[in-house]
Structure formats: structure tokens, C-alpha cells
């Protein structure tokens, strides 16, 4: 076959083009956006911008850093190792500033001298050879710097099992560095969390520490070399912790040293269940102290200590303790032990948290802390709260100003006692922003129990306290949706700024931290006043008051309702379950409250229509407390399947419990149950007696009566009074015609405890289909409980317990 010239020379051409493509990149100037590369980052850059890009075959890659085995590096090295495939090709090449590499331009190490929290700080640049952009350049002044180099390349490039015969690598130029030198969290999951937290650039966990007495009652500290080693390769510091200090006395330290053991008010009875704080004034107690420190300080890279002061002011009354301030006496004494346990470790810093017990006096406390003390803010009202309200106030504010290092202990979460959804970006950028404004150093977000059940919220709290002056809400919330592979990133940020909106106003306005508190308030007087019209007994609910608190008039909370509604549609179009199901759980709360108000405000109606009122009201929550029961259960089922934290359980429960107490009044007036099955009914009790003998016991009940039907049902523990309360160790229910002979159909073998701080607790059981189908006439049903009360070597005043066991069938398996 003939071949004409000019077709030759074209396939010539062709091989040629071919041999090059497979020799070098293609460089791609300018005809990106650089808005298709920043939208894959979390957090955003300070300062980044994309020139071009280069497509490189998938061989021709290859990753260079420098030498040594810091575990860190090793890290880098392993996220970028899918960019490691050649020996040539395009280079990632990785360098410190302390290496004094030729390549790295001296614009770049004179920005990352300059920028603030350089040791975090990195750059990237692209390299050119002969007008060829032919590699990227990653600079740090640390480990950890290019550790974050990585991670922001990472995210712009594909993941290994996307990789296919070539990648794109942006031309990117990036300058970058956190606003908060610390960010990181304490409690939830935290410590088994911590690559995850690590993804996002979160650099501190807060941990507790194991302390105790040996046999020789020598003072013992330790921590978990597992989260020690995952920590320190991920380049995330471990900050040990001592807790609260009049938490102490599970230590066994009064029971080995009496002495200090701190002189109760002689003016003031005590508690049967008293527990000492600690004298702050005998030496011993500075020496325990630093002999913890001691040994928390020789364990691997740790090199600071945070000290709990004590949650609540617990002053001692001996002679040298007496008219003297609790807690500057507590600070003096922490900061005494520290200084003798770091006559060791002479790189060692003290942490020192306030609480809602010391926040009358930390202009006290501020006036004695040594200058290298480093201080974090927490109150258990003041920084545990998600209302719109400041939380830095200006004591610390100024504090801060002055130079001082200054950490704060917010929640990122509804409330701290509840796991109830909370798409919140307004809510998370205003708290970033504030505290990257007031040149704080240090965040430690509190999301329990875990944060699979706030990821978005956790991952905002990273976003912004990196950038605080980045992204918009909206904006963030796009990319938030197009890394989590949401179909419609523009209608979820939609949704996510409306359901944010009235998410916080509920959590503003701590309805769900009350009612997990007192589940009865909304319809039970607290001080339970008596009149002949029930309805006048009805606590108030006021606009802008308790649980209408960030509802501040009556049309403000009919818009919220507007855009729950809104939210609720959007998360259908979008046909996202998790979205739904946070949607109903917002709207229903709002139709919760707006029930529990109508009930509340039937007593200014006239005598027929308050009724009227009031059943419409009782019939409102109920239905209301239905749908978020549901929908709160199917929301934890998506988010964190297979888990049921006991703060999760409770929330799910707790509009039950509202509802029964609107149903029990409601019953009061003569109105009948519409379905009695779903109200608690009692089936059981405990008292002192039945622990006499023998602090375990099992008690039973015959629920035959109760249980009519299969589906999900709840078995309440009811703490009513006593000293010490009642440890559940494990609920079965079973089928017989005895109880002898019965037979266990479902159980639950989990400890939880009941007594005067958490007065209930719930256990779910399942009921199947098969126990009906097969139960004979003989058969009965049974309830088994095994419990643990007061143990024999307490005082005799301190043996007491009552309380009561319930059953209701469940919500949690209705549907909308």
C-alpha cells in the first residue's frame, strides 16, 4: 500500500505527539477557574490562586521530601504516595525551610517567617523547567507544615482508586496558616477520632488522664499509648488532663490521706451523699498534685497539663483555709505542684480551666495566675451554650488583648446533654469568628457522644477556625455538600441556611437541655401549686422567656415555622433521608412548642373555649412528640448506625415524656386517653428494704396487662428519693407460664445508674411479631430487672433508695 506524503508526515506527527505526552506534561495555562479547585478544600487557603494546570501520566509522578523518620513526615509521605509512581517525571518535591533548599524562592521563606503560627504555616508553588510547569513545590517551616501541604494538595487531586492513566495537577500557588494556633476538641469520641480530625486540620485533643494510688499508696498517671502514637504520627498534641478538682475522691486520695479531705461549712447540714473537695492548704496536697504532673509529663511527647478548678466552689473551713477565696487558694496550689514537676521538663506549660463555680471570682484568679499559666474559658452555662449571645466576655476579652494565651471550652453542638441535629453554619462562623477576632489561641469543641452525629458542624468549627475570614456560610455549606457527593450542592446550602436558622433559635433557646432536665416543667408547676382550675396551674410561656427564649415575638416564631416547612421541602426534593429526618425533627419541636403554648395559654380564654383550647393544645404536642420521636430515631440510625449513646436515647425519649405529662393533666380534666398504651404506667418499685441483705437483687413484674401488642417499648427507671440511688445492670423480657419457666425474648445487658443528678434513664426493648403468634393462653409476660442498690458498708443514713419502674409502649418506629 502507497502513502502519501502528507499523510505521512501527519502519523509522523502523531507518534511524535504521542512519545511526548509520554515523556512530559501537558501544561495548560489559565483555563481553569480557580474556584473548581478551591471548592474540594477544606479548610479554604489564606491566599491561593491557580495558574493552568498540567495532565501527567499516571508513571510519570514522583514524591520527594526530606530525610528522617519523623512520624509526621511519614504521614505526608503516605497521603501522597499514590503521586509516587516514577523515578522522573513530575515532582512533588517537599522541603523545609531549615534544609536551606536552592529551589525554594526567598519570597516564600521570608511569607512564612512573617505569617502568624508559622509553625503550621506552609506554601506551595508551582516549579517550571524550559517555560514547563513540571512540579509542585511544598515548603513548611515544620513537620507538621508540610504535613498540611499534603493534605491541601491531596484534596485537589484525585484519590488513589480514581486515578486512571493520568492525573491533573493544578498550577497552584498557596500561602497559608491557621487563625487559631489550637483546634481541637475533649470528650465524645475524640481520641478514636483522631484521623478523622486530623483530615481537617484540627491539631489538639484534651484527654483525660488515668489517676490513682498504687499499693504503696504512691500516686499513679497514665494515659493511652495507643492515642499517643496515633496522635503524635498524625501530627495532633495530647493535652492530659486532671479532672475537676473536687471530683477527686474516686482516686481513692481520701481514702489513703484523710487529712485532706477539706472541713465542710460547720453551719450547714450535710448531704447524705457528701464527697469531700480537697483542702487546698496541706502540703500533701501540692505534692500528689505534682507527683501526677511528674509522671504525665515523662510520658512520651507530652508537654502540657490542664487543670479542671473545681465545677463547683467547694471551700474548705479549716483554720488555714477559712475567709481565705477557694479557688485562689486552688490556683496557688496547681500552680505550686506545676512548678515542681517541671523541674524535669523545662519545655513544660500549665493549662488551667475556669467554671461556672469560679466564674464569680476569675478577676481573682487572672490577678495570681503566673504569666506562663495559660488560661481556657468554660462555664457550664456560658461556654456550653449555643444562643446568639457573645460568649467571650470582656474580662477575657481583654485578658486576651494583653498577650495572654487564651483557649476556650465552647459547645459545637444543640446542647450539651442532648444529640438532637444541628446544621448550624451561622451558628459555627459566628462562634469561629469571635474567637479568631479576639485573638484567642485555643479551641476545644465539646460534641458528644460522637461526632459522626455532627460531622457538619465539627468540620465548619475546622473550616473557620483556620480561615474565619474565608468562605460564607452558603458558601461552605456547597462545599461541604460536594465533598459528602450530595446531588444538588446549591439547594443544600439552601436548606442548610434555613434549617440553620431555626435550629439555632431552638438551641438558643435550650429546649431540648430543659426538658431533658425536667421533662414535666412545661406542664407541672415547680413549685406545685394547687388551685381548683387545673389550667391555672399551667406554667406561663412568654416570648423571648425560657423555652421560648430566642423567639423573641409570636411572629418571629410563625416565620421559623415558614422556613422549617421550607427546609422540610427542600430536603424532600432533594430525596436525602438524613435531611428529611433533621428537617421533621426542627418543624415538630416548633409544633411541640406551639402546642405546649396553646395549653398554656388556654387559662386566659373563657371557660369553654379554654377547654377547647387546651384539648387542641394536649392533642398538638402529642401528635408533635410522635413525629419527632420518629424521626429523631431514624435521624441516628442514618448518621451513626449500630450505636445507642445514652445522651441519644434520652433525647429520643424526652418529647414522650413531655406528652405523657400534657396526657396525665389532660386525663385530670376528665379526658380520656386516645391510646393509653403509648403514657408510662407503673409496673414495679424499689425501695431500701429490697437491698437489706444484699446490695444486688432482681426484681420482676408480670406486664401481661401492659404489653398487648408487638413493636418497640420503653422500661423507665424512676429515681424518686434516697442517698445513693440504683445501678440497672441489665432488662429482659420474657414469655412463660411462670416465672421460672420463662424464657428470655429480648435483653439488655448495659450499666446505667439513677439517682439525684440524672433521676431517670430508659432501656429499649423490642416485642416481635412470634411472641404474640405463639404465646399460649397460660403464658404471661414478665419483666426481669438486675440491680445493684447501696452497698452494705455505707452508713446507715446514706442506705436509702426508692424510685419507680414504668413501661409505655415507643414512638420511635412511627411513621410521618
Not at 493535652?239 to 478538682?245: K, Q
Not at 473536687?246 to 472541713?263: D, G, I, R, Y
Not at 480561615?467 to 460564607?472: A, E, F, M, P
Request: hydrophobic share 40%.
Amino acid at each position: 500500500m502507497t502513502i502519501s506524503g502528507s499523510l505521512a508526515q501527519s502519523l509522523a506527527c502523531a507518534v511524535l505527539c504521542s512519545l511526548y505526552l509520554m515523556i512530559y506534561p501537558v501544561c495548560a495555562r489559565a483555563q481553569e477557574s480557580s474556584s473548581e479547585w478551591t471548592e474540594r478544600l477544606l479548610p479554604l487557603p489564606k491566599k491561593i490562586s491557580i495558574n493552568g494546570s498540567a495532565t501527567v501520566p499516571a508513571g510519570r509522578m514522583l514524591v520527594t521530601m526530606p530525610e528522617g523518620q519523623s512520624p509526621v513526615l511519614q504521614t505526608a509521605k503516605g497521603i501522597l504516595k499514590p503521586f509516587n509512581t516514577g523515578s522522573n517525571g513530575f515532582e512533588i518535591r517537599m522541603v523545609l525551610t531549615s534544609d536551606s533548599d536552592p529551589s525554594c524562592p526567598r519570597s516564600v521563606l521570608e511569607s512564612l517567617a512573617r505569617v502568624p503560627n508559622s509553625d503550621q504555616a506552609y506554601a506551595i508553588e508551582p516549579q517550571e523547567h524550559d517555560g514547563r510547569f513540571d512540579g509542585l513545590l511544598l515548603v513548611a517551616n515544620t513537620p507538621v507544615g508540610l504535613l498540611y501541604a499534603a493534605r491541601t494538595l491531596s484534596q485537589m487531586l484525585p484519590t488513589e482508586d480514581q486515578i486512571g492513566e493520568s492525573v491533573v495537577f493544578p498550577g497552584a500557588s498557596v500561602l497559608d496558616w491557621p487563625d487559631l494556633a489550637e483546634r481541637g476538641q475533649w470528650g465524645g469520641n475524640c481520641t478514636s477520632d483522631l484521623p478523622w480530625l486530623s483530615e481537617r486540620k484540627m491539631n489538639v485533643v484534651e484527654v483525660h488522664a488515668n489517676l490513682g494510688f498504687d499499693e504503696q499508696h504512691h500516686p499513679t498517671a497514665s494515659l493511652d499509648q495507643k492515642t499517643l502514637d496515633t496522635a503524635k504520627r498524625l501530627g495532633i498534641k495530647v493535652v492530659p488532663i486532671i479532672m475537676h478538682l473536687e471530683q477527686l475522691a474516686p482516686t481513692q486520695m481520701f481514702q489513703f490521706f484523710p487529712e485532706l479531705a477539706a472541713t465542710p461549712d460547720p453551719h450547714t447540714s450535710l448531704p447524705t451523699d457528701f464527697k469531700p473537695a480537697v483542702c487546698f492548704s496541706q502540703p500533701k496536697a501540692t505534692e500528689i498534685l505534682s507527683q501526677w504532673m511528674k509522671q504525665i509529663l515523662s510520658t512520651g511527647e507530652v508537654t502540657e497539663i490542664m487543670v479542671w478548678l473545681s465545677e463547683d466552689a467547694a471551700p474548705c473551713f479549716c483554720t488555714s483555709c477559712a475567709g481565705k477565696e477557694p479557688y485562689v487558694r486552688e490556683v496557688e496550689c496547681i500552680q505550686n505542684a506545676f512548678s515542681q514537676a517541671r523541674m524535669t521538663r523545662s519545655d513544660g506549660a500549665l493549662r488551667l480551666l475556669t467554671s461556672q463555680g469560679s466564674y464569680p471570682v476569675n478577676d481573682r484568679i487572672i490577678e495570681v495566675l503566673n504569666t506562663d499559666t495559660k488560661l481556657s474559658f468554660y462555664d457550664g452555662s456560658k461556654t456550653y451554650d449555643s444562643s446568639h449571645k457573645p460568649m467571650i466576655i470582656p474580662l477575657l476579652e481583654q485578658f486576651s488583648a494583653s498577650g495572654r494565651w487564651l483557649g476556650v471550652y465552647p459547645q459545637l453542638t444543640n446542647s450539651s446533654r442532648s444529640v438532637f441535629p444541628f446544621t448550624g453554619p451561622q451558628f459555627i462562623h459566628t462562634r469561629m469568628k469571635e474567637f479568631a477576632d479576639k485573638k484567642l489561641h485555643c479551641l476545644i469543641g465539646y460534641a458528644t457522644p460522637s461526632n459522626r452525629f455532627y460531622e457538619f458542624n465539627v468540620t465548619a468549627a475546622a473550616e473557620w477556625s483556620w480561615n474565619s475570614k474565608g468562605r460564607t456560610p452558603t458558601e461552605f455549606a456547597e462545599v461541604y455538600a460536594r465533598r459528602k457527593g450530595v446531588s444538588n450542592p446549591d439547594r443544600f446550602a439552601e436548606w442548610a441556611q434555613i434549617v440553620g436558622t431555626v435550629g439555632w433559635d431552638i438551641a438558643g433557646s435550650r429546649v431540648l437541655l430543659t426538658l431533658l432536665y425536667n421533662p414535666t416543667m412545661p406542664v407541672i408547676p415547680k413549685d406545685g401549686k394547687k388551685s381548683e382550675n387545673i389550667l391555672e396551674t399551667i406554667p406561663d410561656m412568654v416570648f423571648g422567656q425560657g423555652l421560648l427564649g430566642e423567639f423573641p415575638t409570636k411572629e418571629h416564631f410563625e416565620e421559623d415555622i415558614v422556613l422549617a416547612e421550607r427546609a422540610l421541602h427542600l430536603a424532600r426534593i432533594e430525596k436525602s433521608a438524613e435531611m428529611i429526618e433533621e428537617s421533621l425533627s426542627v418543624l415538630n419541636t416548633l409544633r411541640f412548642l406551639q402546642g405546649l403554648k396553646q395549653m398554656a395559654d388556654a387559662k386566659t380564654l373563657s371557660e369553654e373555649e379554654a377547654l377547647q383550647a387546651f384539648v387542641q393544645g394536649t392533642a398538638q404536642v402529642r401528635e408533635a412528640a410522635r413525629q419527632v420521636t420518629g424521626a429523631l430515631y431514624r435521624w441516628g440510625a442514618i448518621v451513626n448506625p449500630g450505636a445507642l449513646p445514652s445522651r441519644y436515647r434520652d433525647t429520643v425519649n424526652v418529647f414522650s415524656k413531655t406528652a405523657a405529662a400534657a396526657t396525665a393533666l389532660s386525663s385530670s380534666l376528665g379526658i380520656e386517653d386516645p391510646s393509653p398504651e403509648y403514657s408510662p404506667r407503673l409496673i414495679q418499685e424499689w425501695k431500701s428494704e429490697d437491698f437489706r441483705n444484699n446490695p444486688e437483687a432482681v426484681l420482676w413484674a408480670d406486664i401481661s396487662d401492659f404489653v398487648t401488642s408487638d413493636g418497640q417499648f420503653d422500661v423507665t427507671f424512676q429515681f424518686t428519693s434516697g442517698a445513693v440511688g440504683l445501678e440497672i445492670l441489665s432488662v429482659a423480657l420474657l414469655k412463660g407460664a411462670s416465672q421460672e419457666g420463662a424464657t428470655v425474648f429480648d435483653e439488655t445487658r448495659s450499666t446505667f445508674h439513677v439517682g439525684k443528678n440524672d433521676s431517670w434513664t430508659e432501656y429499649w426493648m423490642q416485642v416481635p411479631k412470634d411472641v404474640f403468634r405463639t404465646k399460649t393462653s397460660e403464658e404471661r409476660l414478665f419483666l426481669k430487672c438486675e440491680v445493684r442498690g447501696p452497698a452494705l458498708d455505707l452508713p446507715s443514713n446514706r442506705r436509702t433508695t426508692k424510685g419507680q419502674i414504668l413501661i409505655r409502649k415507643s414512638w420511635r418506629d412511627s411513621t410521618p
